[in-house]
């Protein structure tokens, strides 16, 4: 169960994420299947067959275990009652900055990218992924850019995020960035609730 200063408190970790299927390398790439480390059991010789956890990551770390596991043929499954409660919205924990967050998972799949032997099909999937989370990471730039009134350069972002994600709010993003931005500079408070709905 979720607590915490955020909007997601009083949820199951499942109705904001469900799980759906088996945990295979592939429903776990895709976000079909999703870990919170901290509701989770794992054998330790598994963790030592996987190669343990990489130290490089300052950031979703685990995400990038449950990838390793599932690489590697661990059996992965999941439990829907409650089993634990989770307290998230904290100011200073490290998962309050998006951007941050997407940043650190555009760097594992990079690195599972580059450095993992996956088989054609895989890289396949995995590129796709790679596209899709590096355009979530240009909007959630984009938006910090505009709170900040930086206009030009969210649009930029915004622009790069759109190419791939295709979304009706954010072209009228853009084009009140385009046409309007001194009207958009007056009004930046009303952008608030506009870049909530973009996620």
Not at 78 to 101: A, C, E, F, Q, T
Not at 154 to 178: I, P, T, V, W, Y
């Amino acid at each position: 169960m979720i607590y915490g200063d955020a909007p997601e408190a009083g949820k199951t970790f499942m109705q904001g994420c469900p799980s759906t299927g088996p945990v295979t390398f592939e429903s776990v790439l895709a976000e079909k299947c999703q870990i919170p480390i901290s509701g989770t059991v794992v054998r330790r010789q598994a963790v030592i067959n996987a190669g343990l956890f990489d130290e490089r990551l300052a950031m979703c770390d685990d995400y990038e275990m449950w990838l390793r596991l599932a690489f590697h043929g661990a059996r992965i499954t999941y439990y829907l009652n409650v089993l634990s409660r989770i307290r998230i919205g904290r100011p200073s924990s490290l998962s309050s900055s998006k951007s941050k967050m997407v940043a650190a998972y555009v760097n594992i799949l990079s690195i599972v990218k580059t450095e993992w032997n996956l088989s054609a099909e895989r890289q396949a999937l995995l590129a796709q992924k790679l596209r899709e989370v590096e355009a979530l990471l240009a909007l959630e730039l984009g938006k910090e850019l505009l709170r900040k009134g930086e206009f030009g350069q969210a649009r930029m972002q915004l622009e790069k995020a759109n190419s791939h994600l295709g979304r009706r709010k954010l072209q009228l993003a853009l084009f009140g960035l385009r046409f309007a931005p001194a009207l958009t500079a007056l009004t930046v408070k009303k952008w608030e609730r506009l870049m909530e709905s973009l996620t």
